[in-house]
């Protein structure tokens, strides 16, 4: 743990927050536990980003009909309130990676920051080694994220108790994938008692 760390904080975003388009249970829970944990831990990171899902006409993503698989209610739509963070969300981030304008865009990786650098790229040049991913949802949008960072060549780690799912039964088949990616999903905590003992 060290500035080479960096805490990517997915799509805490109202649609996806009690109240939604898209709300998962506990999404809420996790905008205060997120802003508690960058308040006390802010000093393990070398840097804290955020990302969001932007939608403007995301081909085939939105359906009147949703199998909640592949295609969803429209969500996070630009310039409604829905897109915006969580009103309890406070992170205060280096840098916004905002994704899937034109099409479905699960991973924070496919994301750009305002001056359209890729999170990747803009990760590199502040030598990033580890990644810590937390947000919504533990289901689609974080695997994604850790899955692309992983095949990044950055040792990632999910923080479970800063994420909420979709559904128990995703959130349980993708933790396992990850797993065997290399790709842990602990509690937060455990990196305080690291810090404690370093
Ligand atoms: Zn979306």
Same mark, same amino acid.
């Given at each position: 743990?060290?500035?080479?760390?960096?805490?990517?904080?997915?799509?805490?975003?109202?649609?996806?927050?009690?109240?939604?388009?898209?709300?998962? =249970? %506990?999404? /809420?829970?996790?905008?205060?536990?997120?802003?508690? @944990?960058? &308040?006390?831990? $802010?000093?393990?990171?070398?840097? *804290?980003?955020?990302?969001?899902?932007?939608?403007?006409?995301?081909?085939?993503?939105?359906?009147?009909?949703?199998?909640?698989?592949?295609?969803?209610?429209?969500?996070?739509?630009?310039?409604?309130?829905?897109?915006?963070?969580?009103?309890?969300?406070?992170?205060?981030?280096?840098?916004?990676?905002?994704?899937?304008?034109?099409?479905?865009?699960?991973?924070?990786? =496919? %994301?750009? /920051?305002?001056?359209?650098?890729?999170?990747?790229? @803009?990760? &590199?040049?502040? $030598?990033?080694?580890?990644?810590? *991913?937390?947000?919504?949802?533990?289901?689609?949008?974080?695997?994604?994220?850790?899955?692309?960072?992983?095949?990044?060549?950055?040792?990632?780690?999910?923080?479970?108790?800063?994420?909420?799912?979709?559904?128990?039964?995703?959130?349980?088949?993708?933790?396992?994938?990850?797993?065997?990616?290399?790709?842990?999903?602990?509690?937060?905590?455990?990196?305080?008692?690291?810090?404690?003992?370093?």
């Amino acid at each position: 743990m060290s500035s080479s760390t960096v805490l990517i904080v997915t799509d805490v975003q109202r649609d996806f927050c009690p109240g939604g388009s898209l709300a998962v =249970e %506990g999404g /809420d829970d996790v905008a205060r536990r997120i802003t508690a @944990w960058v &308040r006390a831990h $802010r000093d393990l990171y070398g840097a *804290v980003v955020a990302t969001k899902d932007e939608h403007e006409a995301p081909w085939h993503h939105f359906t009147d009909h949703p199998d909640f698989l592949n295609t969803w209610p429209p969500h996070c739509v630009i310039g409604t309130p829905g897109a915006d963070f969580h009103p309890d969300l406070h992170c205060d981030p280096d840098a916004i990676f905002t994704k899937g304008r034109f099409r479905a865009a699960y991973s924070g990786f =496919e %994301g750009t /920051d305002a001056q359209g650098t890729y999170l990747e790229t @803009w990760l &590199r040049g502040r $030598r990033i080694d580890d990644v810590h *991913v937390a947000g919504l949802t533990s289901d689609y949008c974080v695997a994604a994220t850790a899955w692309d960072s992983v095949h990044a060549g950055f040792r990632t780690t999910v923080l479970q108790d800063l994420c909420a799912g979709v559904s128990p039964d995703t959130t349980a088949s993708v933790r396992s994938e990850l797993a065997a990616a290399g790709i842990p999903f602990v509690d937060s905590s455990r990196f305080v008692a690291e810090k404690r003992s370093a």
